[in-house]
């Protein structure tokens, strides 16, 4: 298995984080324009920002987002949003974004296994520091997937 | 660079949303006939914070839903006079689709109620052109957002009359300039001030707006 329970992700790597419907920046008529600062808040009750090793899967980028992607919806009891969203971030510019409103998260591994051995977490970070939420929303996490262009296993035509 | 300005807590009560007498040239006529009615829809309590919540009934969470849903309508219907047609048509409809069950977050509290009439008066005090994208927090805060290219300002509408907000705007260098603040919905429009809110309001602002993704 790739990195090991709390390691540090490579600073070159990239995570991505489930975004649900009611937490992603639209327009009035309901177009998806990015995320919200809310999205990188954390409950009361989380120690840790959830996140996915998307370099922790083989193969080319597209096919590393797709089994990312499946291995967050295993780890949820009921299928996500057909709306919602997953936020790709570069793990040094989480970083360097976090030491620019004076925090120093780390990003590290946190296998869930089975379900979820890329589980990783974005640890340090400030509850309710809204410049710092809104820099991750707009200048850090900068690449956006929708959930419905991600195949489910089901449809999936078999490798080979 | 950033900026964070928060006007002092205050104590254990948060007193009704009176337009202090030195601000109310500021407001229209009818944002202080809304604060009034507004009002007389709820008793005081305590000031809020962003992880605030209403202590709801144990329910099955669709009629949990749908009592969100029933209330905020019920909320604006008091305040219909100030709100055309379809402005009330599409409010609805982006509160429907915050709380599509299909869509539904487990865990997140639907919107509360009190943070909905937070967002009424903050939108009749404002009067935005453009209205806002809507989402919800966690705690069932309703959130509005807008955005022009990459130039953003995010209102989160907390219970009893406050609201949390950060906007950014990027300047030739490229780098975003940042600046939050906490404030009672009276004072909305004065903390906004010296960041030009018409930039993100006005009808002039979209049309430079790139398409969506």
Known sequence: MKGGKGKNLPDEDHVIRYVPWSRLLKDEDQNVLGFLPQAFQLRPEEEYLSVNWIEYHDGDRATQIRLSVWAIRDSFDKPLGQKSAFAIGNVAKIKTTSRTYGSRVRVVHEPILPKNPGHSAIRQLPRDDLNLLDALAADAFTDRVSNSDIPSKLTEPPRG | MTGLIVQPRRASIAPPARIARELEPAFSPEAKQLTRLVDALRPSTPAPTSFD??????????????????????????????????????????????????????????????????????????????????????????????????????????????????????????????????????????????????HWFSHEGRQRQEPPR
Do not use: C
């Open chain 2, 53 to 198: 919540r209403e202590r709801l009934p144990e329910k099955a969470l669709a009629e949990r839903l749908f009592d969100a849903l029933a209330g905020a309508k019920l909320l604006t219907a008091s305040v219909a006079m100030h709100l055309d047609r379809a402005r009330r048509d599409k409010l609805f409809h982006q509160l429907d689709s915050l709380h599509d069950l299909t869509e539904w977050e487990d865990g997140d509290e639907p919107l509360q109620r009190s943070s909905f009439g937070t967002f009424l008066k903050a939108m009749l005090t404002l009067n935005p052109h453009r209205q806002p994208g809507l989402g919800l927090s966690h705690d069932g805060h309703l959130i509005g957002a807008w955005a022009i290219d990459r130039d953003r300002l995010t209102i989160e509408f907390l219970p009893n009359d406050w609201v949390k907000w950060v906007l950014s705007r990027y300047k030739d260098d490229n780098e975003a300039r940042r600046f939050a603040g906490q404030t009672p919905v009276s004072e909305l429009v004065e903390g906004l001030a010296p960041h030009r809110p018409e």
